[in-house]
């Protein structure tokens, strides 16, 4: 009995379709398990070092914002550019952020400060990859090595998964992956996620 694709175009059409949904949207699956946490303050600095993608100072800093607003930071976060040695929309040699967020950790036995009441929030399972296009995540490579060495420490994490096969210069569609279970922010009723309440 013969299994599988019977023309030569059809696996390769397969596989195409396999990466594209792959490389749709950022993956996250939800663990229904509740978990009290409480809201911390930590500070963020950051200055990507690579050779295979080159930012701009606007655009480093609109990506770390979606990055960290993916692995669970409140919504009121505050990250500005920094080393913008040629300005920006130019790609810059050292471009960085630095700022502030909010970010929930569990709490545990201990009671929380009368100023920080807890909040309902789950884990859930993030990976860290750009919208759209495999060849941009690949081209993130260094980026995404950086994130998980600088940012991810910041954040209360479990089933942290990395591998990477980052070759300065050189593209490997799926050669980096980085995911890792986050505490997110159950949602209010008639607020977004992250949002503080009042």
């Not at 023309?7 to 596989?15: E, K, L, T």
């Not at 990395?162 to 210069?169: E, G, I, Q, R």
Request: hydrophobic share 35%; aromatic share 6%.
């Amino acid at each position: 009995m013969k299994i599988g694709p019977s023309h030569p175009c059809a696996s390769r059409a397969a596989v195409l379709a396999l990466l594209s949904l792959a490389y749709a949207a950022p993956a996250v699956c939800a663990d229904e398990s509740g978990v009290q946490a409480i809201w911390k303050e930590k500070k963020v600095t950051f200055t990507y070092m690579g050779f295979t993608a080159k930012y701009s100072c606007d655009g480093l800093r609109d990506r770390m914002k979606e990055v960290l607003l993916q692995l669970g930071a409140r919504s009121d976060l505050k990250v500005y550019a920094r080393g913008c040695s040629n300005g920006f929309g130019r790609p810059t040699p050292f471009p960085g952020v630095s700022g502030t967020i909010n970010v929930l950790e569990p709490l545990g036995d201990s009671a929380p400060a009368p100023d920080a009441p807890p909040v309902a929030a789950h884990w859930s399972n993030v990976e860290i990859r750009p919208k759209g296009d495999p060849l941009k995540a690949a081209g993130e490579c260094e980026l995404t090595e950086q994130i998980k060495e600088s940012i991810l420490p910041l954040f209360s994490t479990r089933n942290v998964v990395y591998s990477s096969t980052c070759v300065p210069n050189q593209l490997q569609v799926g050669g980096t992956k980085l995911s890792a279970d986050v505490l997110i922010a159950d949602p209010q009723p008639g607020k977004p996620p992250g949002v503080k309440p009042r």
